[in-house]
């Protein structure tokens, strides 16, 4: 009766596999033929899947990728370096021990029991350490990308704000442009004054400043009636006028007469005469607002009130003025 076999664990079957797998690899690799087979192989794997980009240059990589693989570099070689350094331990142990002696050492009598050269075997790095330098560099570039980040916003910061300012300016330019805004009279003025070609212009302008004065207040002096006179004043005053009013002359504001309102042009203003009310009438109406049959006088003390230091006691009407007028 054939011996039942034992059933294998995954990890049993997946280290089984793996063997035969590397003793495979090295049979393949001793055979000249089949090495160059696999080299052309290799190369064309290479080539398909540099072309669907799963394979990149350095240059062709983002500063992501190339933190990645800068990272795995660094892992492979780790492990390659150390596997060489053990294997060249080994092989030095080995040649070591089994060279004979030559003909000096062997007449040599040996003072003292011969012990073996102590052996410096650099094992691999250990998990542990592996593992603390593994979270510095995490640590490291935490912080690169954290300042990286941070300088990023500020500029984006520092960008948006100047944007906003010169959206703002245009607006402003744009705005000015549309309503085709001209120079004021000052500025007019001034500007010509500047220029030694406009003094002609300059003389023209305040002559007939003057002619219009003098044309305006004789025009003025013939108007009897009121209503004519405030026609007159609404012609010839307006806003441009009131702003420029101090630019006025001293002769023009002195028109009016001693006693009579004028306004900013020196123009006399017609006031209205006001009604004014007989004393009799006045009296009468107090009266009637303080006789106790339409108001009764209020009891509180601090019921009172002060007009020009005159203090009098309020009273409240008992009815509407139409019912007690009845």
């Known amino acids: 009766m054939v011996p039942k076999t034992k059933k294998l664990s995954r990890e049993e079957l997946l280290q089984k596999k793996r063997e035969a797998e590397r003793l495979r690899y090295q049979r393949r690799k001793n055979d000249p033929q089949k090495r160059e087979e696999m080299r052309e192989k290799e190369k064309l794997k290479y080539q398909k899947k540099k072309e669907k980009g799963l394979r990149k240059l350095v240059k062709d990589m983002t500063p992501r990728e190339h933190r990645s693989a800068l990272k795995n570099w660094k892992e492979y070689c780790t492990v390659y370096r150390a596997k060489r350094l053990r294997l060249k331990n080994i092989t030095n142990i080995f040649v070591r021990e089994n060279t004979p002696l030559s003909d000096t050492e062997a007449d040599t009598p040996p003072s003292r029991p011969a012990s073996p050269a102590p052996v410096q075997i650099f094992p691999a790095p250990s998990p542990a350490v592996s593992s603390a330098s593994l979270q510095q560099r995490k640590k490291e570039a935490k912080k690169r990308r954290q300042k990286f980040n941070r300088e990023r916003n ?6 948006e704000k100047n944007l906003e300012k ?10 000015k442009k549309k309503r085709n805004v001209e120079d004021t009279p000052k500025t007019k003025m001034l500007t010509m004054l500047n220029e030694p070609d406009q003094r002609k212009e300059v003389v023209k302008k305040a002559l007939f400043g003057d002619v219009i004065t003098k044309q305006l207040k004789e025009n003025y002096s013939t108007l009897k009636r009121t209503k004519e006179k405030q026609i007159f004043k609404k012609v010839v005053t307006g806003r441009v006028l009131q702003k420029y009013k101090h630019w006025i002359p001293k002769e023009m504001k002195s028109w009016s007469r001693a006693g009579k309102k004028s306004n900013h042009i020196g123009l006399e203003v017609p006031v209205a005469k006001r009604c ?3 004393d009799c009438y006045k009296r009468a109406v107090q009266d009637f607002y303080e006789d106790d049959s339409n108001s009764r006088m209020a009891a509180g003390k601090k019921e009172f009130i002060t007009r020009k230091t005159v203090k009098k006691q309020k009273r409240y009407l008992l009815d509407t003025v139409l019912n007690l007028y009845k």
Do not use: C, F, N, V
Request: proline residues 5%; positive net charge; charged residues 45%.
């Open 154 to 159: 500020e500029k984006i910061a520092r960008l």
């Open 276 to 278: 004014t009310i007989p």
């Open 166 to 175: 010169y959206k703002k300016r245009l607006a402003r330019l744009e705005r």
